[in-house]
Protein backbone atom coordinates (compact mmCIF):
# COMPACT_ATOMS: atom_id res chain seq x y z
CA UNK A 1 0.00 0.00 0.00
CA UNK A 2 0.97 3.55 -1.04
CA UNK A 3 0.71 5.96 1.33
CA UNK A 4 0.20 9.99 0.34
CA UNK A 5 1.08 12.73 3.00
CA UNK A 6 0.11 15.99 2.30
CA UNK A 7 1.91 18.81 4.92
CA UNK A 8 -1.72 20.48 5.48
CA UNK A 9 -3.32 17.43 6.58
CA UNK A 10 -1.54 15.51 9.37
CA UNK A 11 -3.84 12.80 8.54
CA UNK A 12 -3.94 13.25 5.22
CA UNK A 13 -3.45 9.31 3.64
CA UNK A 14 -4.43 8.08 0.41
CA UNK A 15 -3.97 4.34 -0.39
CA UNK A 16 -3.68 3.79 -4.29
CA UNK A 17 -6.06 0.83 -4.36
CA UNK A 18 -8.76 3.29 -2.84
CA UNK A 19 -8.10 6.27 -5.57
CA UNK A 20 -7.81 3.84 -8.49
CA UNK A 21 -11.37 2.68 -7.67
CA UNK A 22 -12.54 6.28 -7.14
CA UNK A 23 -10.95 7.95 -10.50
CA UNK A 24 -12.34 4.72 -12.22
CA UNK A 25 -16.09 5.35 -11.15
CA UNK A 26 -16.39 8.88 -10.42
CA UNK A 27 -16.82 10.80 -13.83
CA UNK A 28 -15.09 13.74 -12.49
CA UNK A 29 -11.89 12.76 -12.51
CA UNK A 30 -10.14 12.62 -15.62
CA UNK A 31 -6.74 10.62 -15.20
CA UNK A 32 -4.23 11.27 -17.93
CA UNK A 33 -4.24 8.67 -21.27
CA UNK A 34 -0.29 9.00 -21.61
CA UNK A 35 0.88 10.03 -17.70
CA UNK A 36 3.70 12.56 -17.81
CA UNK A 37 5.86 13.90 -14.19
CA UNK A 38 5.43 17.42 -13.98
CA UNK A 39 8.24 18.76 -15.29
CA UNK A 40 10.14 20.61 -13.04
CA UNK A 41 9.56 18.97 -9.81
CA UNK A 42 11.85 18.29 -7.06
CA UNK A 43 12.12 14.67 -6.09
CA UNK A 44 13.99 13.61 -2.58
CA UNK A 45 14.58 10.02 -1.65
CA UNK A 46 13.51 9.47 1.42
CA UNK A 47 14.41 5.87 3.65
CA UNK A 48 10.53 4.80 3.36
CA UNK A 49 9.36 6.82 -0.01
CA UNK A 50 9.58 9.63 -1.57
CA UNK A 51 9.07 13.32 -1.37
CA UNK A 52 8.02 16.01 -4.29
CA UNK A 53 8.24 19.75 -4.05
CA UNK A 54 6.86 22.27 -6.06
CA UNK A 55 3.42 21.44 -6.80
CA UNK A 56 0.75 23.62 -5.81
CA UNK A 57 -0.13 20.97 -2.77
CA UNK A 58 3.47 22.16 -0.89
CA UNK A 59 4.70 19.13 -0.46
CA UNK A 60 3.30 15.41 -1.03
CA UNK A 61 5.25 12.14 0.09
CA UNK A 62 4.83 9.17 -1.23
CA UNK A 63 5.19 6.27 1.51
CA UNK A 64 5.05 2.30 1.84
CA UNK A 65 6.49 -0.50 -0.09
CA UNK A 66 5.57 0.23 -3.17
CA UNK A 67 6.91 3.97 -3.05
CA UNK A 68 10.14 2.15 -2.45
CA UNK A 69 10.55 -0.75 -4.93
CA UNK A 70 7.81 0.73 -7.69
CA UNK A 71 7.60 4.10 -8.22
CA UNK A 72 11.50 4.70 -8.65
CA UNK A 73 11.12 2.41 -11.65
CA UNK A 74 7.62 3.98 -12.94
CA UNK A 75 8.97 7.39 -12.84
CA UNK A 76 11.32 7.33 -15.91
CA UNK A 77 8.76 5.60 -17.80
CA UNK A 78 6.10 8.46 -17.10
CA UNK A 79 7.24 10.68 -20.15
CA UNK A 80 4.08 11.46 -21.57
CA UNK A 81 4.43 8.92 -24.70
CA UNK A 82 2.79 5.64 -22.96
CA UNK A 83 -0.79 4.31 -22.15
CA UNK A 84 -0.89 2.54 -18.49
CA UNK A 85 -1.17 -0.52 -21.22
CA UNK A 86 2.05 0.02 -22.67
CA UNK A 87 3.76 0.60 -19.23
CA UNK A 88 3.38 -2.86 -18.74
CA UNK A 89 5.56 -3.46 -21.69
CA UNK A 90 8.43 -1.09 -19.84
CA UNK A 91 7.55 -3.21 -16.23
CA UNK A 92 6.69 -6.23 -17.87
CA UNK A 93 6.19 -8.00 -13.97
CA UNK A 94 4.03 -5.56 -12.57
CA UNK A 95 0.33 -5.98 -13.15
CA UNK A 96 -1.56 -3.60 -15.01
CA UNK A 97 -4.13 -3.24 -11.94
CA UNK A 98 -0.90 -2.13 -9.92
CA UNK A 99 0.79 0.62 -12.57
CA UNK A 100 -2.86 1.55 -12.73
CA UNK A 101 -3.46 2.51 -9.12
CA UNK A 102 -0.07 4.07 -9.24
CA UNK A 103 -0.62 6.40 -12.19
CA UNK A 104 -4.13 7.51 -10.19
CA UNK A 105 -2.26 8.05 -7.04
CA UNK A 106 0.18 10.24 -8.53
CA UNK A 107 -2.50 12.44 -10.69
CA UNK A 108 -4.27 12.77 -7.12
CA UNK A 109 -1.47 14.05 -5.83
CA UNK A 110 -0.54 16.51 -8.02
CA UNK A 111 2.63 15.61 -9.99
CA UNK A 112 1.47 14.19 -13.47
CA UNK A 113 0.13 15.95 -16.55
CA UNK A 114 -1.49 14.37 -19.88
CA UNK A 115 0.80 14.20 -22.74
CA UNK A 116 4.44 15.49 -22.87
CA UNK A 117 6.03 17.74 -22.02
CA UNK A 118 6.51 19.47 -25.72
CA UNK A 119 8.46 22.89 -26.41
CA UNK A 120 6.95 25.66 -24.77
CA UNK A 121 5.62 28.74 -26.56
CA UNK A 122 7.89 31.27 -27.47
CA UNK A 123 5.96 33.97 -26.01
CA UNK A 124 5.87 32.54 -22.59
CA UNK A 125 9.26 33.05 -20.89
CA UNK A 126 10.61 29.49 -19.59
CA UNK A 127 9.74 30.51 -16.06
CA UNK A 128 6.73 30.91 -16.56
CA UNK A 129 6.09 27.94 -18.40
CA UNK A 130 7.54 25.69 -15.76
CA UNK A 131 5.43 27.40 -12.60
CA UNK A 132 1.85 26.90 -14.84
CA UNK A 133 3.54 23.34 -15.36
CA UNK A 134 4.14 22.41 -11.79
CA UNK A 135 0.86 24.37 -10.42
CA UNK A 136 -1.77 22.77 -12.81
CA UNK A 137 -3.37 20.67 -9.71
CA UNK A 138 -4.52 23.91 -8.12
CA UNK A 139 -7.35 23.53 -10.37
CA UNK A 140 -7.23 20.54 -12.91
CA UNK A 141 -8.45 23.01 -16.09
CA UNK A 142 -5.40 22.25 -18.07
CA UNK A 143 -4.40 18.71 -19.62
CA UNK A 144 -1.12 19.63 -19.49
CA UNK A 145 1.21 22.42 -19.51
CA UNK A 146 0.69 23.20 -23.16
CA UNK A 147 -2.75 24.38 -22.74
CA UNK A 148 -2.23 26.58 -19.74
CA UNK A 149 0.66 27.90 -21.78
CA UNK A 150 -1.73 28.25 -24.90
CA UNK A 151 -4.95 29.85 -22.62
CA UNK A 152 -2.26 32.98 -21.29
CA UNK A 153 -1.03 33.55 -24.68
CA UNK A 154 -4.04 33.17 -26.83
CA UNK A 155 -6.40 35.97 -24.54
CA UNK A 156 -5.81 39.27 -25.44
CA UNK A 157 -5.82 42.02 -22.49
CA UNK A 158 -6.55 45.41 -22.85
CA UNK A 159 -5.07 47.55 -19.81
CA UNK A 160 -7.22 51.06 -18.11
CA UNK A 161 -6.49 53.49 -15.98
CA UNK A 162 -3.90 56.79 -15.06
CA UNK A 163 -0.02 56.43 -15.85
CA UNK A 164 2.21 55.06 -15.09
CA UNK A 165 0.49 52.62 -13.20
CA UNK A 166 -1.15 51.28 -16.76
CA UNK A 167 2.14 51.12 -18.23
CA UNK A 168 3.80 49.19 -15.19
CA UNK A 169 1.46 46.78 -15.36
CA UNK A 170 1.38 46.58 -18.88
CA UNK A 171 5.38 45.90 -18.69
CA UNK A 172 4.83 43.03 -15.61
CA UNK A 173 2.05 41.04 -17.97
CA UNK A 174 4.33 41.31 -21.49
CA UNK A 175 7.11 39.95 -19.61
CA UNK A 176 5.26 36.95 -18.58
CA UNK A 177 3.71 36.39 -22.02
CA UNK A 178 0.41 38.07 -21.98
CA UNK A 179 -0.82 40.25 -25.27
CA UNK A 180 -1.57 43.22 -22.97
CA UNK A 181 -2.68 46.23 -24.60
CA UNK A 182 -3.15 50.12 -23.82
CA UNK A 183 -7.23 50.92 -23.82
CA UNK A 184 -7.91 54.54 -23.60
CA UNK A 185 -12.20 54.29 -23.26
CA UNK A 186 -14.77 53.88 -25.58
CA UNK A 187 -13.17 55.20 -28.99
CA UNK A 188 -11.44 52.03 -28.54
CA UNK A 189 -14.13 49.57 -28.07
CA UNK A 190 -13.94 46.99 -25.16
CA UNK A 191 -14.97 44.35 -28.02
CA UNK A 192 -11.46 44.53 -29.45
CA UNK A 193 -9.62 42.71 -25.88
CA UNK A 194 -10.72 39.70 -24.09
CA UNK A 195 -10.36 40.41 -20.79
CA UNK A 196 -9.54 44.30 -19.35
CA UNK A 197 -7.89 45.24 -16.50
CA UNK A 198 -8.35 48.17 -14.59
CA UNK A 199 -6.60 50.41 -12.29
CA UNK A 200 -8.58 52.50 -9.81
CA UNK A 201 -7.49 55.93 -9.14
CA UNK A 202 -10.62 56.59 -7.17
CA UNK A 203 -12.91 58.08 -10.25
CA UNK A 204 -15.80 55.74 -9.73
CA UNK A 205 -17.30 57.49 -12.91
CA UNK A 206 -14.55 56.02 -15.04
CA UNK A 207 -14.80 52.56 -13.23
CA UNK A 208 -18.27 52.30 -14.06
CA UNK A 209 -17.87 53.76 -17.44
CA UNK A 210 -15.09 50.61 -17.80
CA UNK A 211 -18.06 48.85 -16.66
CA UNK A 212 -20.60 49.76 -18.95
CA UNK A 213 -18.22 48.63 -21.93
CA UNK A 214 -17.16 45.64 -20.60
CA UNK A 215 -20.63 44.64 -20.30
CA UNK A 216 -21.55 46.11 -23.58
CA UNK A 217 -18.76 43.55 -25.37
CA UNK A 218 -19.57 40.48 -23.18
CA UNK A 219 -15.61 40.02 -21.66
CA UNK A 220 -15.14 40.31 -17.72
CA UNK A 221 -12.51 43.15 -16.02
CA UNK A 222 -10.61 42.89 -12.90
CA UNK A 223 -10.14 45.74 -10.74
CA UNK A 224 -6.90 46.83 -9.44
CA UNK A 225 -5.24 49.82 -7.31
CA UNK A 226 -2.87 51.02 -5.48
CA UNK A 227 -2.68 53.26 -2.46
CA UNK A 228 0.47 54.58 -0.13
CA UNK A 229 0.80 51.59 1.50
CA UNK A 230 -2.20 49.04 0.16
CA UNK A 231 -2.43 47.24 -3.05
CA UNK A 232 -6.01 45.86 -3.86
CA UNK A 233 -7.00 42.75 -5.99
CA UNK A 234 -10.41 42.74 -7.33
CA UNK A 235 -13.21 41.80 -7.69
CA UNK A 236 -13.41 39.91 -11.00
CA UNK A 237 -16.47 41.38 -12.96
CA UNK A 238 -18.68 39.72 -15.03
CA UNK A 239 -21.72 40.42 -15.91
CA UNK A 240 -23.18 36.98 -16.09
CA UNK A 241 -22.79 36.38 -11.82
CA UNK A 242 -21.52 39.53 -10.23
CA UNK A 243 -22.79 42.92 -9.34
CA UNK A 244 -22.00 45.93 -11.24
CA UNK A 245 -18.79 48.35 -10.18
CA UNK A 246 -21.72 51.26 -8.82
CA UNK A 247 -22.67 48.19 -6.25
CA UNK A 248 -19.16 47.62 -5.30
CA UNK A 249 -18.54 51.12 -5.02
CA UNK A 250 -20.96 51.98 -2.86
CA UNK A 251 -19.20 50.30 0.15
CA UNK A 252 -15.71 50.95 -0.93
CA UNK A 253 -13.35 53.96 -2.40
CA UNK A 254 -9.87 53.13 -3.73
CA UNK A 255 -7.14 53.23 -1.43
CA UNK A 256 -5.75 56.66 -0.48
CA UNK A 257 -2.10 58.32 -1.37
CA UNK A 258 0.53 57.60 -4.04
CA UNK A 259 2.29 54.29 -3.60
CA UNK A 260 6.32 54.62 -3.63
CA UNK A 261 8.53 52.90 -6.64
CA UNK A 262 9.18 49.49 -4.46
CA UNK A 263 5.38 49.44 -3.13
CA UNK A 264 4.27 50.28 -6.74
CA UNK A 265 6.69 47.30 -8.04
CA UNK A 266 4.99 45.12 -5.38
CA UNK A 267 1.46 45.76 -6.49
CA UNK A 268 2.04 45.39 -10.65
CA UNK A 269 3.66 42.02 -9.53
CA UNK A 270 0.41 41.06 -7.48
CA UNK A 271 -2.02 42.17 -9.88
CA UNK A 272 0.00 40.68 -12.55
CA UNK A 273 0.29 37.28 -10.82
CA UNK A 274 -3.55 37.49 -10.78
CA UNK A 275 -4.01 38.17 -14.12
CA UNK A 276 -2.05 35.21 -15.40
CA UNK A 277 -3.21 32.36 -12.88
CA UNK A 278 -6.96 34.10 -14.40
CA UNK A 279 -6.16 33.89 -17.86
CA UNK A 280 -3.94 30.79 -17.82
CA UNK A 281 -7.12 28.84 -15.60
CA UNK A 282 -3.91 28.00 -12.92
CA UNK A 283 -3.79 29.17 -9.21
CA UNK A 284 -5.75 30.28 -6.72
CA UNK A 285 -7.77 33.34 -8.05
CA UNK A 286 -9.72 35.27 -4.60
CA UNK A 287 -10.62 38.51 -6.96
CA UNK A 288 -13.54 35.68 -8.13
CA UNK A 289 -15.97 37.29 -5.80
CA UNK A 290 -14.40 39.66 -3.22
CA UNK A 291 -11.01 42.72 -3.41
CA UNK A 292 -8.51 41.23 -1.92
CA UNK A 293 -6.61 44.42 0.12
CA UNK A 294 -2.87 44.05 1.02
CA UNK A 295 -1.19 46.00 3.43
CA UNK A 296 2.49 46.40 2.55
CA UNK A 297 3.78 48.28 5.50
CA UNK A 298 2.11 45.51 8.18
CA UNK A 299 2.49 43.11 5.75
CA UNK A 300 -1.47 41.93 6.11
CA UNK A 301 -4.69 40.93 4.12
CA UNK A 302 -7.93 41.26 4.25
CA UNK A 303 -10.76 40.44 2.18
CA UNK A 304 -13.74 42.24 1.13
CA UNK A 305 -17.25 40.60 -0.55
CA UNK A 306 -18.65 42.36 -3.96
CA UNK A 307 -22.25 42.23 -3.84
CA UNK A 308 -25.38 43.18 -6.33
CA UNK A 309 -27.31 45.74 -3.94
CA UNK A 310 -31.08 45.49 -4.35
CA UNK A 311 -32.76 48.14 -6.11
CA UNK A 312 -29.58 48.42 -8.47
CA UNK A 313 -31.04 49.24 -11.89
CA UNK A 314 -27.66 46.95 -13.70
CA UNK A 315 -28.02 44.28 -10.87
CA UNK A 316 -31.38 44.38 -9.08
CA UNK A 317 -34.01 45.98 -10.25
CA UNK A 318 -36.81 44.74 -8.64
CA UNK A 319 -35.51 44.65 -5.24
CA UNK A 320 -35.94 47.41 -2.53
CA UNK A 321 -33.20 49.80 -2.29
CA UNK A 322 -30.28 48.87 0.09
CA UNK A 323 -29.47 50.17 3.51
CA UNK A 324 -27.19 52.43 3.56
CA UNK A 325 -24.43 49.58 5.07
CA UNK A 326 -25.31 47.31 2.22
CA UNK A 327 -27.78 44.34 1.51
CA UNK A 328 -29.08 41.87 4.39
CA UNK A 329 -26.46 39.53 5.50
CA UNK A 330 -28.51 36.74 4.34
CA UNK A 331 -28.52 38.20 0.92
CA UNK A 332 -24.91 38.76 1.32
CA UNK A 333 -24.18 34.94 2.23
CA UNK A 334 -26.19 33.90 -0.54
CA UNK A 335 -24.07 35.40 -2.79
CA UNK A 336 -21.05 34.79 -1.27
CA UNK A 337 -21.70 31.05 -1.91
CA UNK A 338 -23.14 31.22 -5.09
CA UNK A 339 -21.54 28.98 -8.24
CA UNK A 340 -19.70 30.40 -10.76
CA UNK A 341 -20.06 30.11 -14.36
CA UNK A 342 -19.50 26.60 -15.34
CA UNK A 343 -16.82 27.71 -17.56
CA UNK A 344 -14.71 28.97 -13.90
CA UNK A 345 -15.77 25.49 -12.39
CA UNK A 346 -12.25 23.58 -11.11
CA UNK A 347 -12.53 20.12 -11.41
CA UNK A 348 -9.66 19.95 -8.69
CA UNK A 349 -12.36 21.25 -6.25
CA UNK A 350 -14.17 18.11 -6.23
CA UNK A 351 -11.13 15.91 -5.38
CA UNK A 352 -11.59 17.26 -1.70
CA UNK A 353 -14.54 14.47 -1.53
CA UNK A 354 -11.84 12.06 -1.35
CA UNK A 355 -9.30 13.53 1.60
CA UNK A 356 -8.59 11.21 3.94
CA UNK A 357 -9.19 13.90 6.29
CA UNK A 358 -12.42 14.40 5.24
CA UNK A 359 -13.09 10.79 4.33
CA UNK A 360 -12.86 10.43 8.05
CA UNK A 361 -15.43 13.18 8.69
CA UNK A 362 -18.54 11.18 7.89
CA UNK A 363 -17.68 8.51 10.47
CA UNK A 364 -17.85 11.43 13.71
CA UNK A 365 -20.94 10.73 16.07
CA UNK A 366 -21.53 13.07 18.77
CA UNK A 367 -21.96 11.16 21.86
CA UNK A 368 -22.45 12.35 25.66
CA UNK A 369 -19.92 9.21 26.80
CA UNK A 370 -20.81 10.06 30.78
CA UNK A 371 -24.41 10.72 30.19
CA UNK A 372 -26.69 7.53 31.08
CA UNK A 373 -27.60 5.55 28.21
CA UNK A 374 -31.10 3.95 26.92
CA UNK A 375 -29.99 1.54 24.16
CA UNK A 376 -32.86 1.79 21.47
CA UNK A 377 -34.33 -0.96 19.25
CA UNK A 378 -35.46 -4.34 20.52
CA UNK A 379 -38.92 -3.16 21.35
CA UNK A 380 -37.70 -0.37 23.32
CA UNK A 381 -39.88 2.62 22.55
CA UNK A 382 -40.82 1.16 18.90
CA UNK A 383 -42.25 4.66 17.18
CA UNK A 384 -39.33 6.95 19.09
CA UNK A 385 -36.62 4.53 18.11
CA UNK A 386 -37.74 4.14 14.20
CA UNK A 387 -38.23 7.83 14.03
CA UNK A 388 -34.98 9.12 15.14
CA UNK A 389 -32.87 6.36 13.38
CA UNK A 390 -34.80 7.12 10.03
CA UNK A 391 -34.46 10.55 10.25
CA UNK A 392 -30.88 11.12 11.47
CA UNK A 393 -29.44 7.66 12.23
CA UNK A 394 -27.00 5.47 10.34
CA UNK A 395 -28.56 2.42 8.32
CA UNK A 396 -26.56 -0.99 8.02
CA UNK A 397 -26.00 -2.62 4.73
CA UNK A 398 -23.53 -5.07 5.77
CA UNK A 399 -19.77 -4.88 5.55
CA UNK A 400 -19.51 -7.49 3.12
CA UNK A 401 -20.82 -5.70 0.60
CA UNK A 402 -19.94 -2.16 1.69
CA UNK A 403 -16.39 -2.37 3.07
CA UNK A 404 -16.08 1.12 5.24
CA UNK A 405 -18.68 2.70 4.04
CA UNK A 406 -20.83 5.13 5.98
CA UNK A 407 -24.62 4.70 5.14
CA UNK A 408 -27.75 7.28 6.44
CA UNK A 409 -31.22 6.51 6.17
CA UNK A 410 -31.39 10.40 5.09
CA UNK A 411 -29.11 11.98 3.09
CA UNK A 412 -26.74 14.92 3.81
CA UNK A 413 -24.68 17.26 2.41
CA UNK A 414 -21.17 15.13 1.55
CA UNK A 415 -22.54 12.42 3.90
CA UNK A 416 -21.60 13.77 7.22
CA UNK A 417 -24.72 13.57 8.77
CA UNK A 418 -24.91 17.11 9.77
CA UNK A 419 -28.24 16.22 11.43
CA UNK A 420 -28.40 16.17 14.98
CA UNK A 421 -31.09 15.23 17.52
CA UNK A 422 -32.55 16.04 21.05
CA UNK A 423 -35.68 15.38 22.45
CA UNK A 424 -37.26 16.89 25.16
CA UNK A 425 -39.17 14.37 26.48
CA UNK A 426 -42.54 15.82 28.40
CA UNK A 427 -45.26 12.64 28.01
CA UNK A 428 -43.88 9.61 26.53
CA UNK A 429 -44.31 6.08 28.58
CA UNK A 430 -41.39 4.40 29.06
CA UNK A 431 -39.30 7.12 29.27
CA UNK A 432 -38.52 9.81 32.39
CA UNK A 433 -39.40 13.39 31.62
CA UNK A 434 -35.86 14.67 30.48
CA UNK A 435 -33.61 16.33 27.67
CA UNK A 436 -31.86 13.66 25.65
CA UNK A 437 -29.47 13.52 22.72
CA UNK A 438 -30.08 10.93 20.01
CA UNK A 439 -26.62 9.03 19.53
CA UNK A 440 -26.46 7.30 15.76
CA UNK A 441 -23.57 5.96 16.68
CA UNK A 442 -24.90 2.75 18.77
CA UNK A 443 -28.30 4.15 18.23
CA UNK A 444 -29.46 5.09 21.92
CA UNK A 445 -30.60 8.02 23.92
CA UNK A 446 -28.41 9.85 26.19
CA UNK A 447 -29.88 11.89 29.02
CA UNK A 448 -28.19 14.72 29.48
CA UNK A 449 -30.63 17.42 31.04
CA UNK A 450 -33.64 17.36 33.67
CA UNK A 451 -37.07 18.53 32.10
CA UNK A 452 -36.70 21.45 34.21
CA UNK A 453 -34.19 23.07 32.18
CA UNK A 454 -36.36 24.56 30.39
CA UNK A 455 -38.33 24.28 27.39
CA UNK A 456 -38.76 27.38 24.37
CA UNK A 457 -42.79 27.91 24.30
CA UNK A 458 -42.92 27.44 20.30
CA UNK A 459 -45.68 25.11 19.72
CA UNK A 460 -48.28 26.30 21.45
CA UNK A 461 -51.16 24.36 23.81
CA UNK A 462 -51.88 21.29 24.37
CA UNK A 463 -48.24 20.97 25.59
CA UNK A 464 -46.76 18.24 23.16
CA UNK A 465 -46.04 14.36 24.01
CA UNK A 466 -42.11 15.22 23.00
CA UNK A 467 -40.39 18.25 21.57
CA UNK A 468 -37.21 17.23 19.01
CA UNK A 469 -35.16 19.95 18.28
CA UNK A 470 -32.42 19.33 15.35
CA UNK A 471 -29.25 21.40 15.34
CA UNK A 472 -26.87 21.65 12.68
CA UNK A 473 -22.93 20.21 13.44
CA UNK A 474 -21.17 23.37 11.45
CA UNK A 475 -17.41 22.66 12.35
CA UNK A 476 -18.28 19.03 11.35
CA UNK A 477 -19.15 20.67 8.16
CA UNK A 478 -17.10 23.61 7.51
CA UNK A 479 -14.08 21.57 8.13
CA UNK A 480 -14.89 20.61 4.61
CA UNK A 481 -17.33 22.95 2.95
CA UNK A 482 -16.04 26.13 4.74
CA UNK A 483 -18.48 28.99 4.02
CA UNK A 484 -20.58 26.87 2.39
CA UNK A 485 -21.31 24.67 5.13
CA UNK A 486 -23.96 27.01 6.94
CA UNK A 487 -26.19 26.66 3.61
CA UNK A 488 -25.90 22.81 4.22
CA UNK A 489 -26.56 22.82 7.58
CA UNK A 490 -30.24 24.23 6.03
CA UNK A 491 -30.60 21.79 3.03
CA UNK A 492 -29.70 19.24 5.20
CA UNK A 493 -32.29 20.23 8.03
CA UNK A 494 -34.75 20.46 5.20
CA UNK A 495 -34.16 17.15 3.62
CA UNK A 496 -34.69 15.83 7.65
CA UNK A 497 -38.11 17.36 8.20
CA UNK A 498 -39.24 16.09 4.97
CA UNK A 499 -37.96 12.73 6.01
CA UNK A 500 -39.65 13.03 9.54
CA UNK A 501 -42.84 14.00 7.96
CA UNK A 502 -43.00 11.14 5.85
CA UNK A 503 -42.30 8.94 8.72
CA UNK A 504 -44.73 10.22 10.91
CA UNK A 505 -47.87 8.96 9.95
CA UNK A 506 -46.21 5.40 9.60
CA UNK A 507 -45.77 5.41 13.40
CA UNK A 508 -48.84 6.94 14.02
CA UNK A 509 -47.49 10.20 15.46
CA UNK A 510 -48.48 13.85 14.60
CA UNK A 511 -45.39 16.46 13.88
CA UNK A 512 -46.02 19.86 13.98
CA UNK A 513 -43.03 21.96 12.77
CA UNK A 514 -42.72 25.17 14.52
CA UNK A 515 -41.98 28.29 12.41
CA UNK A 516 -40.51 30.13 15.05
CA UNK A 517 -38.42 29.63 18.13
CA UNK A 518 -36.43 30.84 20.95
CA UNK A 519 -32.21 30.08 20.29
CA UNK A 520 -31.41 31.96 23.61
CA UNK A 521 -33.84 29.32 25.28
CA UNK A 522 -32.94 26.24 23.48
CA UNK A 523 -28.89 26.93 23.58
CA UNK A 524 -29.72 27.76 27.57
CA UNK A 525 -31.63 24.54 28.11
CA UNK A 526 -29.26 22.09 26.20
CA UNK A 527 -26.18 24.13 26.98
CA UNK A 528 -24.98 24.54 22.71
CA UNK A 529 -22.62 27.02 21.32
CA UNK A 530 -24.65 28.42 18.74
CA UNK A 531 -21.94 29.48 16.44
CA UNK A 532 -20.72 25.51 16.39
CA UNK A 533 -23.91 24.15 16.73
CA UNK A 534 -27.29 26.19 15.83
CA UNK A 535 -30.89 25.16 15.84
CA UNK A 536 -32.24 24.42 12.23
CA UNK A 537 -35.84 23.05 13.76
CA UNK A 538 -37.95 22.07 16.05
CA UNK A 539 -40.77 20.17 16.15
CA UNK A 540 -43.49 19.08 18.02
CA UNK A 541 -44.44 15.34 18.68
CA UNK A 542 -47.73 13.58 20.10
CA UNK A 543 -49.73 10.48 18.88
CA UNK A 544 -52.18 11.01 16.18
CA UNK A 545 -55.48 10.82 18.14
CA UNK A 546 -54.12 13.69 20.81
CA UNK A 547 -53.25 15.97 17.90
Known amino acids: MIQVEEATRNDGRL ?9 AVDPQFTVPVRPCLAPGLVQVPLVDGMAFVGT ?110 ATLLRTELTGAGVDAHSWNGPAGAAGEGDFLVAVDDGDPAAMARVDEACRRAGIGWLRTAAGERTAEIGPLFDARYTGCYDCFAKARSAPAGVPSPARTATWAALAATEVVHLLSRVGQVPSMSACTSFDLEEWTQSVSGAYRRPGCPTCLPTGAPSAVDGPALAHRYEQSVAFPPREWLNPKEHQAHYRPANHALQKYNKEYSAAPRIPLGDGTLPHLSGLLLRTAGLRDLGDEAFPGQVSRWAPTGGNLGSVQ ?68 LCLDAGVALAQLSALADEYGLTATFADRWDDTAINAALRLDPDAEPVTAVVALSPRNER
Not at 59 to 74: E, K, N
Not at 76 to 90: F, M, S
Not at 456 to 476: E, F, I, K, N
Open 15 to 23: TATNMAYAV
Open 56 to 165: GNRQTVLRGRAAVRLIPRLLPALDGTRTVAQLTEVLPDVRESDLSACVSLLYVSGLLQDGPAGTVLEVIPPEVAGYLGRNLDTTRVNRNRDEACERLARTRVLIAGPEPL
Open 421 to 488: AYLLALDVPGLDPAWYFYQRGDHSLARIRPASAGISPVVGDPRPAALLVLTGGLQVVAAKYHDFAYRI
